[in-house]
């Protein structure tokens, strides 16, 4: 069985930040936030940040053409409310809402909160601490063992080990993921 290096093979994925929404995700969270009431982009901005806990924080270069793009279709309108723009859902966003399959395309807010409750439980902020302290460790002892043969290779073999161990843990869930890649999913190109 070939061995798989997933920081090598998979570059430009690894280039990339993992998408908390698959495509075109962020224009229904933005729509189901709405919703809920009206709200300026920074109070939506933190509250998917929060729906997330913490793992998604979507920046204001992706959020403020979203809300323009759903403006330009009149899924929401926006108007100047004590200096700051506020977003509201018109009817016609109602409509889509109530039409499309959200659930089924993309997750509803409810799916999505309950899987990401799930996962930072794993992976919350102590993990991120620890992930942290790991990086700053690794980047020490590679400063370390500058000049010292011995102590260079037992860095290199820890760091071989821990990353066949991290790409045998991707081959084992993408093998377990295959089924489910074979359905066929809507395209949606826009945001």
Known sequence: MEKKDHLTENTRKHERKKRFFGRGGVKYALLELLSQGPKHGYQMIKAL???SGGIYVP???SIY???NMLEARKLISAEAVEGKKVYSLTETGRQFLKDTPI????????YRKELYRIEREGHGKEFKDELSELLLLIGKAEKATVGHPFHWERFRSALDQLKEQMNEIVDDLDRTRKPASRRRQPDDTQS
């Open 49 to 51: 940040e929060e729906e």
């Open 59 to 61: 920046s204001a270069g």
């Open 65 to 67: 053409p979203t809300l």
């Open 103 to 110: 659930q089924e395309l993309y997750g509803a807010s409810a």
